[in-house]
């Protein structure tokens, strides 16, 4: 059973804010989420981590709902830059260790 | 610290043939991890070690795959005998343990070696 599911792929243009939803339902209370992201020809990115509420820094926000069964990134006035498949990860910490384990991530397209 | 450096970028290599690619993690972390994306399976967790012991390798496809980290600065991937359905780009990530006072979720990762098995 997958952790996590997200859109296939998503298209935006330059300027706009870009929201892309992940879906967790099965949510363990010891499981963080995670967002990466990764360029062609390049290693994933670590973008942000929250547990609830909302985490912002100064690439991206994310939004947590109080149950914790989904999890939106944000991604404020994408450029071109930013076109890039976008994974979602859960994943526990409770054991001090965090084993990133990837889906097939949402393929972000910005056009001009 | 220059970050995950992984060796060699590209590989080119004919089937049967032995296969090693290596890794310098990030100085000071704890853990490190070796993935294998193609365009079939996306990024797939082949093997991880904590404190240069090997912990879980239950993604290893086969037995022509090993995975070695006989210190904390260094590990290697081994294919032996190479096929061409190994062809893939191989990933090696590092991360730091996690306390009770902070808790990482953030792995970094290399560039990659793009493996071709003819």
């Known amino acids: 059973l997958a952790k996590t599911t997200q859109p296939i792929s998503m298209d935006s243009y330059e300027g706009q804010e870009v929201n892309i939803t992940c879906s967790h339902n099965?949510?363990?209370?010891?499981?963080?989420i995670t967002w990466y992201q990764q360029f062609p020809s390049q290693g994933p990115r670590f973008i942000i981590q929250g547990y609830k509420t909302k985490v912002t820094n100064e690439v991206a926000s994310l939004f947590i709902p109080a149950d914790r069964k989904s999890s939106t990134l944000s991604l404020p006035r994408v450029s071109l830059s930013d076109t890039a498949v976008y994974y979602c990860?859960?994943?526990?910490?409770?054991?001090?260790?965090?084993?990133?384990?990837f889906g097939r991530g949402t393929s972000l397209i910005v056009h001009p | 610290d220059a970050g995950v450096i992984q060796s060699p970028r590209h590989e080119v290599t004919e089937m049967g043939q032995e296969v090693t690619l290596r890794c310098k993690p990030i100085s000071g972390h704890d853990y490190l991890f070796w993935y294998r994306q193609t365009m079939m399976r996306g990024l797939e967790l082949l093997i991880y070690f904590n404190n240069n012991v090997p912990i879980d390798d239950s993604g290893m496809p086969e037995d022509r795959f090993s995975a070695k980290m006989p210190n904390a600065s260094f590990s290697t991937l081994k294919i032996q005998p190479s096929e061409p359905r190994d062809s893939a780009v191989y990933f090696c990530?590092?991360?730091?343990?996690?306390?009770?006072?902070?808790?990482?979720?953030?792995?970094?990762f290399g560039q990659g070696t793009r493996l071709t098995v003819v």
């Open positions: 099965n949510i363990a209370t010891n499981d963080y």
């Open positions: 990860l859960v994943g526990d910490l409770s054991g001090g260790s965090y084993i990133p384990t």
């Open positions: 990530a590092s991360s730091p343990l996690s306390t009770g006072v902070v808790w990482n979720t953030e792995a970094f």
